[in-house]
């Protein structure tokens, strides 16, 4: 079997004060935590050019593709890191989940001051052979419509991109959306693509470094993943009462043979 791990990662706003939870005081785990694991592909949200500067050090044998948000292309970023030995990006790109994907800043009418993009990577695992695509997203944090808008965004660029070249697929990340919401049950009504949570059975994703207990972070999949999955869980670790993220990790593991 030919394994191929993904994890959704919120890495936390390296601006936010965190007192003994501060990124430079989790770092270390970090590091500790995805050296042990050695997942394929690692989707990180909230991520600043401070973290891709250090995660680059550290994280030798990955490459890192995406871009941060804001119309100058400053600010908070999205970035998708993959194991060099692995994986062959096939295609790459970034758009803004807005009205007009393709312009810089952009946003739907109501929605927070906050822009919001999506990564997406076409991808070749060397093993197998098998091509499959991820797509990366953090939906808006205060506004539902946004939210529902930027999923159908989402989703309406996958089918464009499966209409140049349908291969199975990921959509993960920060959706912002508990499991009955708008967000969700559009999900799991949509038909083309068809998409599953491959996260179902993981009732607990985001902590507040261990104040709350929801979820919002999701593995979504096409048929082809939901089938292939073999283990799907979270990264909970915690060392004297600091935490990998105020999220944690998400990952599945996917008999990629089978895809």
Same mark, same amino acid.
């Given at each position: 079997?030919?394994?191929?791990?993904?994890?959704?990662?919120?890495?936390?706003?390296?601006?936010?004060?965190?007192?003994?939870?501060?990124?430079?005081?989790?770092?270390?785990?970090?590091?500790?935590?995805?050296?042990?694991?050695?997942?394929?592909?690692? +989707?990180?949200?909230?991520?600043? !050019?401070?973290? *891709?500067?250090?995660?680059?050090?550290?994280?030798?044998?990955?490459?890192?593709?995406?871009?941060?948000?804001? +119309?100058?292309?400053?600010?908070?970023?999205?970035?998708?890191? &993959?194991?060099?030995?692995?994986?062959?990006?096939?295609? !790459?790109? =970034?758009?803004?989940?807005?009205? =007009?994907?393709?312009?810089?800043?952009?946003?739907?009418?109501?929605?927070?001051?906050?822009?919001?993009?999506?990564?997406?990577?076409? $991808?070749?695992?060397?093993?197998?052979?098998?091509?499959?695509?991820?797509?990366?997203?953090?939906?808006?944090?205060?506004?539902?419509?946004?939210?529902?808008?930027?999923?159908?965004?989402?989703?309406?660029? *996958?089918?464009? !991109?499966?209409?140049?070249?349908?291969?199975?697929?990921? &959509?993960?990340?920060?959706?912002?959306?508990?499991?009955?919401?708008?967000?969700?049950?559009?999900?799991?009504? *949509?038909?083309?693509?068809?998409?599953?949570? $491959?996260?179902?059975?993981?009732?607990?994703?985001?902590?507040?470094?261990?104040?709350?207990?929801?979820?919002?972070?999701?593995?979504?999949?096409?048929?082809?993943?939901?089938? +292939?999955?073999?283990?799907?869980?979270?990264?909970?670790?915690?060392?004297?009462?600091?935490? $990998?993220?105020?999220? !944690?990790?998400?990952?599945?593991?996917?008999?990629?043979?089978?895809?």
């Amino acid at each position: 079997m030919a394994n191929l791990k993904i994890v959704t990662f919120n890495i936390r706003n390296v601006l936010y004060e965190d007192g003994e939870n501060g990124f430079v005081h989790r770092v270390g785990m970090i590091y500790d935590k995805i050296n042990k694991e050695k997942p394929d592909i690692i +989707a990180f949200q909230e991520f600043w !050019y401070q973290h *891709l500067v250090m995660m680059r050090r550290l994280l030798a044998d990955y490459d890192f593709y995406g871009q941060r948000r804001n +119309a100058d292309f400053h600010g908070e970023g999205l970035y998708v890191a &993959i194991k060099k030995e692995a994986l062959e990006l096939l295609a !790459y790109e =970034t758009f803004w989940i807005s009205p =007009t994907p393709y312009v810089p800043g952009s946003r739907f009418p109501v929605q927070s001051e906050c822009p919001r993009i999506c990564n997406v990577l076409k $991808l070749r695992h060397d093993e197998s052979g098998k091509i499959f695509r991820v797509l990366n997203l953090h939906l808006d944090h205060i506004s539902e419509s946004a939210r529902t808008e930027g999923i159908k965004c989402v989703t309406d660029m *996958l089918r464009a !991109y499966n209409g140049k070249h349908e291969v199975p697929a990921f &959509i993960v990340g920060d959706f912002n959306s508990y499991p009955e919401s708008e967000v969700m049950r559009y999900c799991r009504a *949509l038909e083309d693509p068809a998409l599953s949570d $491959l996260t179902s059975d993981i009732p607990v994703t985001c902590h507040g470094f261990g104040r709350e207990a929801i979820k919002i972070d999701y593995i979504l999949g096409t048929k082809e993943m939901q089938a +292939a999955l073999v283990n799907v869980g979270v990264w909970d670790d915690v060392h004297c009462g600091i935490f $990998l993220s105020d999220h !944690y990790p998400v990952f599945a593991d996917i008999d990629i043979e089978k895809i």
